[in-house]
C-alpha cells in the first residue's frame, strides 16, 4: 500500500509540473512502473470491452488507463503476435497515437498501462445523429488532418509499411478524443487479428474496410487511407456510407464503380474523397500527402495572402524573362529568314551560271565539229567568233 501511495504521489506531483509548465494536464509527464499484484488491484470501473479484452480506469490515476487481454482460449500463434505488437507499440511515439507505457503479464493475463481518453469519435458522432447537427466542416478538416499524420507515422516514409504497422480496425470507436476536444488519437489496433475477426466483429466494422480487404484480405497503408475516408463521409453526412447496399463486394467493386458523393456537400472534402475512394490502392494518395494537402486547405487566408503577392512578383519576373527571350527568338528568326532568302537568291544564280556553262560546252562541242570538216584556214576565223559569243 506505501509503495502505490508513493507512487500515486510523485506521479501526481509530475503531473502537476506538467501541467504548470504547458497549461495542459490531459497526458502526464511520467508513469511509474507498476507490478501485476499492483495493477490487478488497482483496477476500478470498466471503460471498455472487446472480444478478448477489458479497459479500465486506475485508482489514483486519473489519466491512466489498464487493459486487460485474457491470453485464455488463443492459440500460441496469436499469444505471440499479441506480445509481439504490444512490444512494438511501447515503442511509438506520437501526438496522434495511443501511448503505451507499460506491458505487464501474468497468470494468462496481459495488462497494458496507457493514457485515458472518456470518449471516442464514435461518441461524438452519436451526440450529433441524436441532435441532427452537423459536424462543423473545421472539426471535419482537423480531424482528418490529425489522423493523416498519425497514419503517416505509423505507415513509415512515403506510405511505405517500413514499421510494419497497419490498423487492422480504423473505425470512429477507435479513435480517442482529449479532455479539451481539440486532440484526436488513434488506438486499438486490432491485437490478434484472428481472434478479433470472429462473430459480429467483422459486420460491425466491415463498413470501414476497403475493396482490397473485403475481397482478398489484403491490408496495407492505402488500406487505412480508405478507412480514413469513410470516417471523413460518417462525419460529414452523420451517416455510414452504403456502398454497398447489401450486395457482395465482388459484385460492387467492378472496374467502373464510382462512390456516390451526392451527400458530400462541401466541394473541398467531396475532392479528397473522390481520389480516396478508389478501387486501386496505389492511386490512392499516401497519408503523408493526404497530410500535406490539408495543411496546405489549413494555412490562414492572410498567409495565403503573402504568398500569393511573392508567387504574383515571381511569376512576372518569369514572364519577363520570356517576354525577352521571345524577343531574341523571333530576332532570331527574322535573320534566318534573310539568310535563307539570301541562299535562295545564290542558288537561282547558281543555275543561270550551269544554264550558261552548259550552252558554252554545246558550243565548244559545234566548235570542234566544225574544226572537223574544215581547213585550217577556216577554223583561224571561227575561233575569234567563238571567243565573242563565249563573252557575251
Known sequence: VERIVSKTVDYQNKTRMHAASSGSATVA??????????????????????????VYSLKDFPDLAVKVIQLGGLDKNS???????????????????????????????????????DKTLEHLLAGHKQRKIPVPIAMILSVMKQLAAALAYLHGVNGANTRGLVHRDLRPANVLISADGERFVIADFGLCKDALRCGSTIAGTAVYMAPEVLLHNEASPASNVWSLGVIVYEMATLRRPDFLEGKD?????VDGWRPDLSGITDGFIKSVLERIFVLEPERRPTARELHETLIIAGIPVSELGGQCVMLRYRCGSLEAALNGANARIALLE?????????????????????????ALENRLAQFGDRMNTTDPQSSLFLLPRLMRAAQE
Request: glycine share 6%.
Open 334 to 358: 527574322e535573320d534566318v529568314k534573310i539568310k535563307s532568302t539570301r541562299i535562295d537568291a545564290l542558288e537561282d544564280q547558281g543555275k543561270e551560271h550551269l544554264a550558261m556553262i552548259k
Open 29 to 54: 509527464l511520467s508513469v511509474p512502473p507498476f507490478t501485476a499484484r499492483e495493477l490487478h488491484e488497482g483496477v476500478d470501473e470498466v471503460l471498455g470491452r472487446d472480444v478478448t479484452s477489458k
Open 79 to 117: 499469444v505471440d503476435e499479441i506480445r509481439l505488437e504490444l512490444t512494438t507499440l511501447l515503442d511509438l511515439s506520437h501526438p496522434g497515437v495511443l501511448r503505451h507505457h507499460q506491458v505487464v503479464e501474468d497468470e494468462g493475463l496481459i495488462h497494458v498501462v496507457m493514457d485515458r481518453h
Open 249 to 253: 463486394p465482388k459484385d460492387v467493386f
